[in-house]
């Protein structure tokens, strides 16, 4: 992933999927080298990246399920 704004940056982002039990589950990770600055704002980052993820794992949900 490239990152533009508020910082610019990379990290690598990657979906696991693993059987559970009739369905699948999917963990969503993300990493990347964090200067000082951007570790003060890693609260503020956590809760917008996890909305991100928790709407992009909704609507891999729905696709899945259609």
């Given at each position: 992933m490239i990152f533009k704004k508020p910082f610019e940056g990379q990290a690598t982002s990657e979906m696991i999927l693993s059987p559970e039990g009739n369905g699948t589950k999917v963990t969503w990770t993300m990493d990347t080298e964090q200067?000082?600055?951007m570790k003060i704002m890693?609260?503020?980052?956590?809760?917008?990246?996890g909305k991100s993820y928790e709407e992009g794992?909704?609507?891999?949900?729905?696709?899945?399920?259609k």
């Amino acid at each position: 992933m490239i990152f533009k704004k508020p910082f610019e940056g990379q990290a690598t982002s990657e979906m696991i999927l693993s059987p559970e039990g009739n369905g699948t589950k999917v963990t969503w990770t993300m990493d990347t080298e964090q200067d000082p600055m951007m570790k003060i704002m890693r609260p503020i980052m956590d809760y917008q990246m996890g909305k991100s993820y928790e709407e992009g794992l909704n609507n891999l949900k729905k696709l899945t399920e259609k």
